[in-house]
């Protein structure tokens, strides 16, 4: 007992009445235990108080840190994504304007060779109008329909086209075999007959050739 009355020294006597009066409502007989008990209790209360609080506070800083954090992340990529929403939009612009002057220049590249094309070809057509309204005889006509024919040869030859040569024999490359005949009379693959010549340009077919094939 006298180790607990040395301990009790240095409580006041406002915190000894008012553990006298819990002791009292306790029902308690030995009031110096019961006092002891009482001030360890609100000593432990009053350590450990602030403890949580403390660390509420820290856990608060960290939530608001993380928040500004989210916010700086979010703005970052919000910017991004307006860069790119532009970037998207100018390039579909850039290739919408792309595309309207490539179009433009193909139907120009279009007219030019067509005009380059009958520049050579319209001259044909005016000499078949002129033997048409010469009167004379047939031999005259005939003349001036080879002639004609040659002028046309000239302007095809001019435009870089070429009619498609048979004499080497049949060629799927080239030639259209609509009849197939056995003689032995020609050789394998000659080609006997042709129903409508085929004309190239360069390595481009613009007709191929009708043909008769032998064997």
Do not use: W
């Not at 078949?128 to 002028?151: C, F, P, Y």
């Amino acid at each position: 007992m006298k180790e607990k009355k040395n301990d009790m020294e240095d409580v006041t006597k406002e915190d000894i009445n008012s553990t006298d009066q819990k002791c009292d409502s306790d029902g308690i007989n030995e009031k110096d235990d019961c006092k002891d008990k009482v001030l360890e209790n609100e000593t432990d209360e009053n350590q450990i108080s602030g403890e949580p609080k403390d660390e509420a506070e820290e856990l608060i800083k960290s939530y608001e840190k993380t928040i500004d954090d989210l916010k700086d992340e979010n703005l970052k990529l919000k910017n991004e994504s307006e860069a790119l929403k532009d970037r998207l939009t100018r390039n579909m612009a850039e290739y919408d304007n792309y595309r309207k002057r490539t179009a433009k220049e193909k139907e120009g590249i279009y007219t030019d060779a067509c005009e380059d094309i009958l520049k050579n070809i319209l001259p044909v057509l005016d000499n078949l109008e002129r033997a048409i309204s010469v009167e004379g005889n047939v031999e005259d006509l005939k003349k001036g329909v080879e002639m004609t024919m040659k002028q046309f040869s000239s302007a095809l030859e001019k435009l870089n086209v070429e009619e498609i040569n048979t004499d080497d024999g049949f060629d799927p490359n080239f030639h259209n075999a609509v009849m197939h005949i056995d003689d032995d009379s020609y050789d394998k693959n000659q080609v006997v007959e042709v129903f409508q010549k085929g004309y190239k340009r360069g390595e481009k077919v613009l007709r191929y050739s009708m043909v008769k094939v032998a064997n």
